[in-house]
């Protein structure tokens, strides 16, 4: 059994075959695009910053529930001398900081 082909086939098949190519010119056109090929970069930049961003929100995140943790008893109550130094070392930095701002401005 032989595959023949009428001419209309043949040329149809020619014309599918062009549309076909010309697709995928356009679709290489449109990927080597410099405006796409920078956006395509862009998208990469900011999917790994957000990437890095979650996973320093992630650890930061940790570090805070630790330290609240050891600030507090296992029944809630705050462990006083635990939270007293801390409070103390928060007072002291605010004051250096204003009395620097004071420096500078003066």
Excluded: C, W, Y
């Amino acid at each position: 059994m032989s595959d023949v082909r009428t001419p209309a086939q043949i040329e149809a098949d020619i014309i599918r075959r062009r549309e076909q190519l010309a697709e995928t010119l356009d679709e290489i056109g449109v990927r080597m695009h410099p405006q796409t090929i920078i956006g395509d970069a862009k998208a990469r930049v900011a999917s790994t910053v957000d990437e890095t961003a979650g996973r320093a929100f992630a650890a930061v995140n940790r570090v805070v529930t630790d330290l609240k943790d050891g600030l507090r008893h296992e029944d809630g109550a705050p462990r006083l001398e635990r939270v007293v130094p801390v409070a103390m070392l928060a007072v002291g930095l605010v004051g250096l900081l204003a009395v620097s701002v004071r420096r500078r401005r003066g």
